[in-house]
């Protein structure tokens, strides 16, 4: 049974919904960025439900997101996919996917697979270039965590993202003969594309691509014990780096046009954790 007693009634009533009608958790929970989206159709035995049904989760609206979770198996990998997610730039607060991260661990996942749309900032990832995130830049210096009781809110954040996972799916990439960069993802606040002196900026610190989402999720995760592995998709070149104007619409084209191969990737790597004894019970 969920311990009603220390959680939140709403994260308490959500996990139990989920084991009532899913059963066990999933050890993996995969978050559906813009371009991956296409992972849903490889999950076998899916059973699909509105966030509107579950009292934790936020209510996302960003043209591109489907507000749902998936839950079913890859190969022989018991997964739930959640497709939307709350955005900072939404309403200014970024602790809008706490509720749901809450939710999954209470419920029993372990890990938690993030997948975004990046802007590349590295010439030798062009637009269509697949991403394993090693570490993030918080630009914005927020937090989440902002607010918790206890000592638990001082997060190490050293390793966020999990070695063991991100050996695992450069693993995959091997024996895919698929070109997976490793890199440094800088989230920014958003919703405005960055300025390309802004891009110098982050280049200077050592980001590899930016987004406007995954860090405040990473540092949710981490305080709920979850492990945590990041995955980007390059769909464009950040500010100043090409001569293309942003725009979302030319965002979501691109994160369309290599969602298929991205997709058939995270799909191998989610199987692939059915071998990871470390997830096993």
Partial sequence: MIDHKTLNPAIAQTAEKLKTLFGAAPAVAV??????????????????????ELPAF??????????????????????????????????????GMAGALRSLKAWGVKVLLQTNASGSIRSHMP?????????????????????????????????????????????????????LGEGVYC????????????????????????????????????HAGLRVMGLALMTNMAAGLSDEALTHALTLQQAQQSGERAAQFLGAVVAGMADLASLKD
């Fill in 31 to 52: 978050v559906l960025g813009s371009g991956w989206a296409g992972a849903v159709s490889l999950v076998q035995n899916a059973k699909h439900l509105a966030y509107t």
């Fill in 187 to 222: 989230w920014a606040l958003g919703p405005q594309f960055e300025t390309p002196a802004e891009i110098r900026m982050f280049a200077a610190w050592g980001a590899d691509a930016v987004g406007m989402s995954t860090v405040p999720e990473t540092i949710l995760a981490r």
């Fill in 127 to 179: 637009a269509g270039s697949l991403m394993l995130i090693s570490d993030h830049i918080n630009a914005p210096q927020r937090s989440p965590l902002v607010g918790e009781p206890g000592s638990e809110r001082f997060v190490d954040m050293s390793t966020a993202y999990d070695l063991e996972l991100r050996q695992h799916a450069k693993g995959v990439a091997k024996a895919q003969n698929l070109m």
């Fill in 58 to 95: 936020p209510q996302p609206k960003v043209e591109g997101h489907v507000n749902e979770i998936v839950v079913g198996t890859i190969g022989e990998q018991a997964v739930v996919m959640l497709r939307g997610r709350a955005h900072t730039y939404e309403s200014g607060d970024c602790t």
